[in-house]
Every structure is written in structure tokens, then in C-alpha cells.
């Protein structure tokens, strides 16, 4: 039961990994246009979805949030302080790509979501020394990843970067991605705030999905405002006036959207699988975050973002990539 939660996880990770590359079949939109329309569908609509899946017969998503609205509105606060960091994580692909920008941001999430959580809820029990120790040894994999980021970074020259990632600031990048690393912690902890938003009926890999859309909801409303913003300050409402590009947009807006989704779908139904093992119970969002690292510097492979760097390079890269890995499942065996 607890490889198949894992391996639901992992699938989720990898879906969430790949959500930034239909992103890139995107035409002629700004990216304050784009992140907003796949905003409706990662932040809204399959959140949706995946909610009415947990609603037991008779009853209803309103009803729910309406008898607990404490719980409702701390959920979606912190969702909302978490699209701050769903913001800024969009800037850190843009200014380090896909592999170092998720790997320093969700390294950051993983180990904050992992432990400020047990600590905003009240269930500081939850801090075992297997799940300290496994949030210790995801760190370390990340800063490995980061060093390999590093080195990329001193080996290439600016051409080469800017091949590979149009907008390549590593400093900045850096910076952004430690910020969107913080406030995305701030998901997990929304998700602990949410957990009385459920049902005793409820299947138990649904549970978390209700909670899910209210931290969701929380986060759109931050990255609308956002964006709207962008759009006037810019100029760039006419590009939802480029009708004959809505066709292709829409598309591939719609599945990043989805893809993105998938981790949180798939981490409540992991989770729905690991109940018999508290300590990976506890450890399953830095589970989920280390496995997005893992796989989203595979696909920073594939897109080439790592061409041109030494063996040495790549050696300290594949090395963080197992750290990740092992760390996983590392606290189910101490």
C-alpha cells in the first residue's frame, strides 16, 4: 500500500514537472495573460473537479465550507499568501529555467511546508526525527542541485544562457526563487488549516481535495489581481482580443493547467494510501516537492538547459538527483 501512494505521488510530480513545457507552445500572449488563463484551469476548474469527487451523497461544497467558515477563510488565506509564491515561482522559471528555478523554490517549500505546518496546526508530534531527518536530507539534495546551478552558471557564457532561457538573471532568479520557495510553504499549511473541511464518508484519497480548492481559490485571487495589474501597466489586454490565437492558447493553457493540478490530486490520493504509515504521512509534501525537483531538472535536461556544461557539472547534478530520490523514502526505513 504505501509503494502504491508513493508511486501515485511520484506520478503527480511528474505531471506537475511537466506542466511548464505546453507553456512554451503558447503564441503571442504576454506572460501576465497566459498565467492567468491557466490560472483558471490549475486554480480553479480541475480544483473544482477534484472537490465534487469528495462530496458524499446528499451533501454539498457549500454546505461544507458555510459550517466551519473559520476553518474556510484560514484555508483560504493561506491560500492566498500562497499565491504570492505562485507568482514569484513563475518569475523563477523565467530568470533560471525550469531545472534550477523549481529545484531552489520547491527545495525552500518542501522543507518550510514540511515543518511550519505541525506548528501552525498545533500537531508538533508530527516533527518525528524520521521526518526532521528526511526534511534534512531533501535540503541537502537541493543544495547539491543548487551547486550544480552554480556551476552552470560560472562555466556558460551569457549567450549560451540566454539560448537556453531567454531571460537568464541568476542573481535575481536566486532571490525570487527563495521568496516563492516561502510563500508556497504557505500551501501545505493552508491544507492543515482545511483539514475539519471534509466528510466522515468521504473516501479517504478525497479527503484533502475540498481544502485543496479553498487554498486554490485563495491563490487565484491573488495571481487575478496580479496579473489584471500587469495587463493595464502594460498594455497587453488586447491579447485576449487575438481571436485566432484563443484556438492553440486555450489549449495548451488548459494542460498545463491539468498537469499542474495533478501533484495536489495525486497527493490526496497518495496520501489516502499512506495512512498506516504516520511518519511518510507527515513527510508527504516534502515527498511531493522533492520528487518535482527530480523531475523537472530531467525535463531541464531534455529542453538542453544543462548543454554545454562539464561532466563534472552534470556529475553534481545526477548526485543531488539521487539525494532526492533516496530521501523519498528514507524515513519509512529509519
Known sequence: MVLIGLLIIAIGAFCQSSSYVPINKIKDWSWESYWIVQGV????????????????????????????ITATLKTIFFGVLWGVGGLTFGLSMRYLGVALGQSIALGTCAGLGTILTPLFTGKTGDLTT????????????????????????NESDEETKKAAIK????GKGILV????????????????????????????????????FMVTLGGFLTNAVYCFYQNSKNKTWN???KGNLWGNNLVFCALA??????????????????ENSPVLLA?????????NVTFSNV????????????????????CGILVLIVSSFLPQII
Not at 257 to 274: D, H, N, P, R, V
Not at 283 to 291: A, E, G, N, P, V
Not at 306 to 315: D, E, F, L, V
Open 239 to 241: 491579447d485576449y482580443k
Open 257 to 274: 493547467g491539468l498537469l499542474w493540478y495533478s501533484q495536489f490530486f495525486g497527493l490526496s490520493l497518495g496520501k489516502g494510501f499512506l
Open 130 to 153: 524520521p521526518v526532521i531527518v528526511g526534511v534534512v536530507v531533501t535540503l541537502l539534495g537541493i543544495a547539491i542541485i543548487g551547486l550544480a546551478g552554480m556551476m552552470k552558471s
Open 177 to 212: 526563487a527563495l521568496l516563492a520557495g516561502f510563500m508556497s510553504a504557505c500551501f501545505n499549511i493552508g491544507l492543515g488549516m482545511g483539514e475539519s473541511l471534509t466528510w466522515d464518508a468521504t473516501p479517504a484519497i478525497f479527503k484533502t481535495l475540498p481544502a485543496t
Open 167 to 170: 531571460d537568464f538573471n541568476f
Open 41 to 68: 484551469f490549475a486554480w480553479l476548474v480541475f480544483p473544482i473537479l477534484g472537490a465534487l469527487l469528495a462530496v458524499p451523497q446528499g451533501e454539498s461544497l457549500l454546505a461544507l465550507y458555510t459550517a466551519d
Open 299 to 318: 525535463w531541464g535536461i531534455i529542453l538542453k538547459e544543462w548543454k554545454g556544461c562539464s561532466k563534472k557539472t552534470i556529475a553534481v547534478l545526477l
Open 283 to 291: 513527510f508527504s509534501w516534502c515527498i511531493l516537492m522533492s520528487l
